[in-house]
């Protein structure tokens, strides 16, 4: 069992920045590390779409196109955490984003595990 909470969606203007969060719950016996991590977001009237993700060890990251040199994802093993820093934010950003989780990076880009319920963020142009 794994469960994902994001934190932090509002409203941010055009060339603004914003950070959102996620909280990883485990079951007994599993640990974060196990996962590699990532975002997806779904803007209005289309499908969810990666965003970003992280590996296990935190030592490589993948991007996007749309957000490249824009956003930038972390992780804190201690705090069993995952973070998105979006800055440069243009009206195409505005999206739910939703944080994830798989045991394997490849599966990261086409169907992860693992899904939380999403935050919205909103950016004024």
Same mark, same amino acid.
């Given at each position: 069992? +794994? ?5 932090? @969606? ?5 060339? @603004? =920045? ?6 990883? =719950?485990?079951?007994? $016996? ?13 803007? %209005? ?12 060890? $935190?030592?490589?990251?993948? &991007?996007?196109? =749309? ?23 243009? %009206? ?10 798989? %045991?394997?990076? @490849?599966?990261?880009?086409?169907? %992860?595990? &693992? ?7 909103? +950016?004024?142009?």
């Amino acid at each position: 069992q +794994v469960q994902l909470v994001e934190l932090g @969606g509002g409203l941010a203007q055009a060339g @603004g =920045s914003l950070r959102i969060s996620c909280t990883v =719950s485990l079951t007994s $016996g599993d640990v974060f590390s196990n996962y590699a991590m990532g975002w997806f977001r779904q803007n %209005p009237g289309k499908a969810r779409r990666f965003v970003a993700s992280i590996s296990r060890s $935190g030592g490589w990251t993948d &991007y996007a196109y =749309s957000v490249k040199g824009r956003f930038t994802i972390s992780r804190d093993d201690a705090k069993g955490t995952v973070s998105l820093q979006m800055n440069n934010l243009v %009206p195409d950003d505005t999206a739910v984003y939703f944080c994830v989780a798989d %045991p394997a990076i @490849g599966n990261m880009r086409d169907n %992860p595990r &693992y899904w939380g319920q999403g935050t919205q963020v909103t +950016v004024a142009s």
